[in-house]
C-alpha cells in the first residue's frame, strides 16, 4: 500500500556536546482505512546523562500510550480530537511524574508532539522545541516556547532580547509539580507541511534561511530527507554547538506542488 504520510528525519549530537540528549519519535498506524502518523521531539536537560535519561523516558511512555491507547481513540465515532487531547494531556502528565520521582535527580526534557489525521492535526507540547507550518512561501511558528524570554516578550518588555536568563524554561517535564501543555486543534491544509525541531536547529539557523532551504527542496522537487540533510548541513556550518533533531512532515495527498 502507497504511504500517505512522508517524512524526513535527523537527530545529532552535533559538533560540541559528549552526549545527544535528543530524542525522537515517529509511528505510522492505520485506523481502520485510514493512515495516522505521530511525531515527536524531546530534548532533555540535566548535569551528566540526566538530560538523556529524562528525553529517553519520555519517549518510552508516549511509545506506550501510541501502542495502547491512540488507535482506539480514532476508531471512535465521535469526538475524536476530545479524545486525543485529554488521552495525550494524560500522557503528559504521567510522563511529568514519572521524570519527578526517580531518585532525587533534578532532571528535564521538553516534550513536542504532532499528530496527522485525515484533514486535521492536533499539537500537544511543553519547553522550546517547536513545530512549524508552511503552506506557501512562508513558515509559521504554532507552538509557543516556554522560556523565559517568550514570557517577557508576551508582557511587552523593550529589553527581551538582551535578557540574561532568555533561555531558562518556564516550563518542561520533570521540573515542576504542575505543567500546562500547549494543545492545538487545527485543519491540516493543502500543501501544508510541517517542521519539527530542537532548539539545536532554530539557534543556528534564521528563520529565512529555514525558509530559503525548503522553498527551494520543494521547487526542485527534493525528497523531504534531502530538505532535511540541507537544513543539517547548515546547521554544522554554523558550528552546531547542541544537539540537533528535525523531522519534516507531510500528507502526499495535500503536498506542495510547483
Known sequence: MRKII??????????VKKVNQDRILIKIGQ???????????????GGHTHGEVASTMAIAELTRWWDHELEAILLEK???WNGVKTSLANCFLKINEQIRTVNDVKMGTTLTVLIIYGDKYVITHIGDSRIYTRTHKHMTQVTKDHSFIDQIQQEGSRDKVHHPYGHVLTQCLGIQEHIYPYTRVSLN??????????????NYIRHQEMEQI??????RKEELQTIVDTMYEQVLHHGAGDNVSIILAQDRNKAWRM
Open 214 to 219: 525548503l522553498y527551494s527542496g520543494l521547487r
Open 31 to 45: 485506523a481502520g482505512s485510514r493512515e495516522f502518523g505521530l511525531f515527536a521531539v524531546a530534548d532533555g536537560m
Open 78 to 80: 465521535t469526538a475524536i
Open 6 to 15: 512522508e517524512y524526513g528525519v535527523i537527530s545529532h549530537i552535533g559538533l
Open 189 to 202: 491544509k493543502e500543501k501544508q507541511l510541517f517542521l519539527l525541531c530542537s532548539d539545536g536547529l532554530y
